[in-house]
């Protein structure tokens, strides 16, 4: 599996961004995609999920109501729509596919096949 972040950018706080990641290769054995981000200075962390089916999303508390994550899979791509964007979400955010579902859905164990990472940098 590949993935190819891309959408970040340079945003005024309140703006809006949307970010793809671009899967390709065999996703079988996969069950979703992931988002997390690394600020700097800062561990990397949860910011949003989705199944396949689309079925299940979850949030991170601080993205809850402003960020929504969702996929495509006819484009075999997901997204994740950020909008009210704070300064804190300033920060590399990266893609990733979810290879199990033993410690849940916000372990960065969870997951594999890791993208490069966009850059969000939001101004105040």
């Known amino acids: 599996v590949q993935l190819q972040a891309s959408g970040g950018g340079l945003v005024q706080a309140g703006g809006s961004l949307r970010l793809s990641c671009a899967v390709s290769g065999r996703t079988f054995g996969t069950y979703g995609m992931g988002w997390f981000r690394q600020a700097p200075g800062k561990e990397r962390e949860f910011v949003a999920s989705v199944t396949w089916s689309g079925s299940n999303t979850d949030y991170a508390d601080s993205v809850k109501g402003r960020f929504t994550i969702s996929r495509d899979n006819a484009k075999n791509t997901v997204y994740l729509q950020m909008n009210s964007l704070k300064p804190e979400d300033t920060a590399i955010y990266y893609c990733?596919?979810?290879?199990?579902?033993?410690?849940?859905?916000?372990?960065?164990?969870?997951?594999?096949?890791w993208g490069q990472g966009t850059l969000v940098t939001v101004s105040s």
């Open positions: 990733a596919a979810r290879i199990s579902r033993r410690s849940g859905v916000g372990y960065q164990i969870e997951y594999a096949y």
